[in-house]
């Protein structure tokens, strides 16, 4: 970089720094502040409602985190959970990615041993925000791995407040994610830094920062998936090196290793369909590598060719026999339905209701694309452009990285967040690079105005801007404004972040906040209260049948047995509840007894208007349990194509278990001035059935806004 | 005694919600029974039947079916044990007695002997609906049988029947044959299909046929034959006990004293069977027989003695329950070869038969399946006569921890074997390829 301004060195001298010294010390700074804004712009849940834990999911990993702080490790590798799933049980340590917990308790341990008494609650609630940070710091120096320092900073800026990374790493928001980004970004950094070194140190970091992400979150096969695309891109390019092949077979082999001592991965990662691409690149690696030392060794041109035609025919065959034996033996299983979801965008819709059903599995709307990215979503395409220019085996990396994540951003609204690291990064480049010209431009221009024939520093750059100065007269004027408009935007995108932040990506989900008639805020906190309601006054072994979406909230916080949850793992046992639900109910009531059940929650928004409550939610459950059990059909519940509850709706929707149970003694009730008794405001209509009568069930409790329903199950019939 | 009365005690109190929660669940033989009557006249009239039950220790309290005083239960506790309804024509009850009293009353665990008879009141009719049975609409409507009808002095419309269709239950109808047939007249009535608690205990002979015997039959009589009933038990699934029939004079001393002989049988019997059956009966719904109870239910593994909170696959398990019948006065082995206990999740994975020690204990010895899930204990002994016995027992299997494997098994050597000569020569290799030059 060139010299400061005036008046800014000045300050520095009498600090009696030198100008590298000087840089250092901005730079630090910066990235301390920038560290401390992560933290901080993440803390809005925590003011607005409370230190609690978010959503669904999380509460699934604050319990296990908290069973392994009370049990140990060993315990907690072992736990078979028979509180879930009732009654197959789930065998909990080895159906999790368990870094996050193993993270939390680490540092839950670090701090006692610091003597800070702290509850493991609260470093849960903490620990997204921490590494939310630490990606910040990974992001600068990946920036400048493939850009320069500069770039780095912009890049550590932009992602610490970039929304798209927020929604998931909200304080409270206790999930994968939250660490398995910051894994992410720094297997690819650590990963780029071997390819560019060389060094089998750099590579080794690599294989473990890869370790760490696969104990995290699923979402690692999108690393074992891109750096062998990577490296074909590579190899097809003609930038075969030896620091690609030490990085990458380093990285392969040691990571699949760490990789495999994950119970929950185990040996897919040498069986499944997902992790084959990272193997056949492994041994073509190995081909090209033979190849080249035979054309080391070999002089004769010709002859080479033949080997070659020979070789590579031979390697295809052996490779591709190998993949259709191993596929055909059932040794190599094939692609899961999520993965195929992702390739096929319309694959779950048609094949796999469960993945389908899910609102973060989505197609993403554009809105969300504008909402979440921002300006970046302008200055992804120019940073591609100067990544283009300065084509590097670093910005090669990152451009996959960026134009494959966008992909799968697109596919699914979830995945927003693995681009979003890579358009930060990619949007650095262009802002760093736009900004540092336009700098360069006004300072060059000075320079010649000043001095005239001396070019100064800037050797031949600043001479062939000078050149272009003499034809562009309002050049310095242009640059200025433009470099107004930049920073303009730049503000604007600080302004959208935080009131994104604050607005839709800190409410934990689980306590819901309206504007009241008077604009005051109305709390709807009758999960909490409906499952300390289950806590309290139901006996310790009672079963809990509710909608999947439920369950783990029901175990972590109702501590109570239940029949499926947020785990979706059997489809079946899923489909049985999905068929009680929408069953009248003297044939449901076979199945709830089938199952053991105590006890029914229903979550019913039409007091509250809360829109994405059971009944909305419904079309799935018959979907999910039709596709089990055939007798279950969704055309029964609709009329001529149409979803409805009011008088028109389809005499089956009317009369299944779901409804009932939804609209019991709702027939009665006012909700809004002028409107008919029974008028749901979550849909908007009069509902179709208000005297709904039941026979094996009965309401065991309803919250204050009716949100959660609960029903007790009656014994069988004493006389009869 | 009073040390083991007590642990049995403190060991029923655990497993009351699987035994009769009734009355008192170590004595369930009813105590105090109230009577209801139409009028007094009938004490004298039945005093054979009631005396029969004073006579076994029972506390009759006989009341007029419209006293304004009588009531079941005071400050929420019952009263009585059991209710006998001899008033077959009462229109209302007095006091605050009406058809969900008595239903609520048979629903917390007490039982009922109801005697309708011809003309029979709408209020009788409704609880024996209740009850699961349904009486002939026709309110003059009376039983009549053609072929079995009882022979008497006087020839009259053959009303006065005589049955010997029995329910085949030593249980119920006790150890010795009943002989004589069974006198009866009044009105008849069928079990409704619905329910699946309520037996026959007296069909009526296939010839029967409900009608009015006044009036001309013009059309076909809606219950004919054996699906008449005469008289009828349920056993609720809280283990009260009922007993509807359609006369009352079938309890009254003529009928018990009288001799009978069947129309188209030669032998003449000085007496007819009601004192018998009725007497017997009486036991079996005052819980004098067939009523069990289960305790010391004990499980473990093999060689151990400590229940333990959950079970691995493959263990080998020990289960133990021992079953009682109480006797009248005293609690005796229950003695069976057909209890079976299932491992249960879902469906049973093991379905075993108790082997018996004839002092009640009952046990069995299994290994758990290799499953793991939440399995139940279940013993579901449901026998005619018998009190049901339901015990559930939820317990969790889980797989094998990570260090319960068997750890050298002989297939993993030849891997052990690569990867140990692996690191060997990858050893020599290197310091060959070092120090050969």
């Known amino acids: 970089m060139a010299t400061m301004p005036a008046s800014a060195s000045d300050l520095f001298k009498s600090f009696k720094l030198k100008t590298k010294q000087q840089e250092l010390l901005i730079r630090v700074s910066i990235l301390c502040l920038v560290y401390i804004l992560a933290f901080i712009t993440r803390l809005f849940s925590v003011l607005r409602y409370e230190s609690m834990i978010h959503e669904f999911d999380p509460y699934f990993n604050y319990r296990t985190t908290l069973y392994l702080t009370e049990n140990g490790f060993y315990d907690f590798w072992n736990w078979f959970d028979y509180e879930s799933w009732y009654p197959l049980g789930r065998i909990v340590g080895g159906t999790l990615y368990p870094g996050l917990m193993v993270t939390a308790v680490l540092i839950y341990r670090i701090l006692r041993f610091l003597r800070f008494a702290v509850h493991i609650r609260e470093v849960c609630v903490l620990t997204a925000p921490f590494f939310a940070s630490n990606t910040t710091l990974v992001a600068y120096f990946f920036g400048k791995e493939i850009w320069d320092s500069g770039a780095g900073l912009v890049a550590a800026i932009l992602i610490a407040i970039c929304p798209g990374y927020i929604s998931r790493s909200v304080a409270g928001s206790y999930d994968n994610e939250g660490v398995a980004i910051f894994a992410l970004l720094f297997t690819f950094y650590v990963f780029v830094k071997a390819v560019n070194t060389g060094s089998l140190a750099w590579s080794l970091a690599s294989a473990f920062g890869y370790f760490y992400m696969v104990s995290a979150w699923g979402g690692y096969v999108f690393i074992i998936n891109l750096i062998p695309l990577y490296v074909l891109v590579l190899l097809i390019t003609g930038r075969y090196s030896m620091r690609l092949y030490v990085a990458y077979n380093c990285m392969y082999i040691l990571g699949m290793l760490l990789a495999m001592q994950i119970r929950f991965v185990g040996f897919q990662h040498v069986q499944s369909g997902e992790h084959m691409a990272a193997m056949g690149v492994f041994f073509l690696m190995q081909v090209f590598y033979f190849l080249d030392w035979v054309k080391h060794m070999l002089s004769d041109t010709k002859l080479f060719q033949a080997f070659l035609r020979i070789t590579v025919t031979c390697a295809v065959a052996v490779g591709g026999i190998a993949l259709g034996l191993g596929m055909v033996s059932g040794y190599i299983s094939p692609w899961t339905g999520r993965f195929y979801s992702l390739l096929d965008p319309t694959y779950a819709k048609d094949h796999i209701p469960i993945i389908a059903s899910v609102s973060e599995h989505q197609p993403t709307a554009w809105s969300s694309f504008m909402f979440d990215f921002h300006i970046l979503l302008f200055l992804f395409p120019a940073g591609l452009y100067f990544c283009f220019k300065r084509l590097s085996d670093a910005t090669i990396f990152i451009v996959m990285y960026g134009l494959t994540s966008m992909y799968f951003a697109g596919v699914m609204v979830r995945l927003i967040l693995v681009a979003t690291p890579a358009v930060c990064l990619i949007s650095a480049i262009a802002v760093s690079a736009t900004v540092k010209n336009l700098t360069v431009l006004l300072r060059s221009k000075n320079k010649v105005v000043q001095t005239g024939s001396t070019k100064g520093s800037g050797g031949s750059k600043s001479s062939s801007k000078a050149l272009l100065d003499q034809s562009q007269p309002f050049q310095k004027n242009g640059a200025i404004a433009l470099l107004f408009g930049a920073f303009y935007l730049l503000s604007r995108y600080a302004t959208h972040c935080t009131w994104v932040t604050s607005e839709a990506y800190s409410s934990p989900s689980i306590v819901l906040a309206a504007r009241g008639a008077h604009g005051n805020r109305v709390i709807f906190d009758d999960y909490r209260e409906a499952y300390f309601w289950l806590r309290q006054n139901t006996p310790q072994d009672a079963k809990v049948m509710s909608w999947w979406d439920y369950g783990y909230q029901i175990t972590a916080m109702g501590n109570r047995t239940v029949i499926v949850d947020n785990n979706t793992w059997n489809n079946t046992h899923i489909a049985t509840v999905g068929r009680a639900m929408s069953s009248y109910e003297d044939e449901a009531i076979e199945i709830i007894r089938s199952l053991d059940v105590d006890y029914v929650l229903v979550v019913f928004g039409g007091v509250t208007g809360y829109s994405s409550d059971d009944i909305n939610k419904f079309l799935w459950m018959v979907r999910i349990g039709g596709g089990v059990f055939p007798v279950i059909k969704e055309p029964d519940y609709l009329v001529n194509g149409e979803y409805r509850v009011d008088k028109g709706a389809a005499p089956k929707m009317l009369n299944c278990l779901m409804y009932k149970l939804c609209y019991y003694r709702f027939g009665e009730m006012l909700t809004e001035y002028g409107k008919p008794p029974g008028y749901d405001r979550a849909r908007g209509v009069e509902i179709g059935n208000k005297d709904v009568k039941l026979e094996h069930l009965e309401e065991a409790f309803t919250t204050s806004n009716w949100i959660v329903r609960i029903y007790r199950v009656k014994p069988p019939n004493n006389r009869w | ?437």
């Open chain 2, 1 to 437: 005694m009073g040390k083991l009365w007590l642990i049995c005690i403190a060991s029923i109190s655990i497993l009351l919600p699987f035994l009769c929660n009734a009355f008192s669940p170590e004595t369930p033989t009813d105590r105090r029974v109230l009577v209801l009557l139409d009028d007094f006249a009938i004490m004298s009239s039945h005093s054979l039947y009631f005396n029969a039950l004073k006579s076994r220790g029972f506390d009759l309290e006989f009341k007029l079916a419209d006293d304004p005083k009588i009531a079941l239960q005071r400050y929420g506790q019952y009263l009585y044990d059991a209710l006998i309804l001899f008033c077959p024509s009462v229109e209302r009850f007095g006091g605050s007695i009406d058809v969900a009293a008595i239903v609520n009353f048979v629903d917390s665990g007490h039982d009922l002997i109801v005697a309708a008879d011809v003309n029979a009141s709408d209020l009788i009719r409704e609880v024996g609906t209740e009850c699961g049975v349904d009486f002939d609409e026709d309110p003059s409507a009376m039983v009549i049988d053609h072929i079995g009808y009882a022979v008497s002095g006087t020839e009259g419309d053959h009303t006065l029947i005589a049955s010997d269709d029995f329910i085949k239950s030593d249980v119920i109808l006790g150890g010795k044959k009943i002989e004589a047939p069974i006198l009866f007249r009044g009105i008849g009535h069928a079990v409704s299909p619905a329910n699946s608690l309520v037996l026959k205990v007296l069909s009526a002979s296939p010839s029967a046929y409900s009608a009015n015997p006044k009036s001309k039959l013009s059309t076909p009589p809606p219950l004919t034959g054996s699906a008449i009933s005469l008289v009828s038990i349920v056993q609720a699934r809280n283990n009260a006990r009922l007993l509807i029939t359609g006369s009352l004079s079938m309890f009254s001393n003529r009928f018990f004293r009288s001799g009978v002989q069947k129309a188209g049988s030669q032998i003449k019997h000085e007496k007819s069977g009601n004192e018998q059956f009725l007497t017997e009966i009486s036991k079996w719904i005052f819980h004098e027989r067939g009523h069990l109870k289960a305790v010391n239910v004990k499980h473990h593994r093999v060689g151990e003695t400590d229940e333990p909170a959950l079970y691995r696959i493959n263990d080998e398990l020990e289960y133990a329950v021992e079953i009682y019948e109480w006797s009248g006065t005293s609690w005796e082995p229950y003695v069976a070869n057909d209890v079976q206990l299932q491992f249960y999740m879902m469906s049973p994975y093991v379905l075993k038969t108790l082997s018996s020690d004839k002092k009640g204990l009952y046990s069995t010895s299994f290994k758990v399946p290799d499953v793991y899930g939440v399995f139940q204990f279940k013993v579901e002994h449901q026998k005619l006569g018998y009190t049901s016995l339901s015990l559930s027992k939820q317990i969790p299997v889980r797989p094998y921890r990570h260090n319960e494997y068997e750890r050298f098994i002989p297939a993993a050597y030849p891997y052990y074997g690569a990867a140990f000569s692996m690191m060997a020569g990858f050893f020599i290799f290197s310091f060959a390829h070092l120090y050969s030059k």
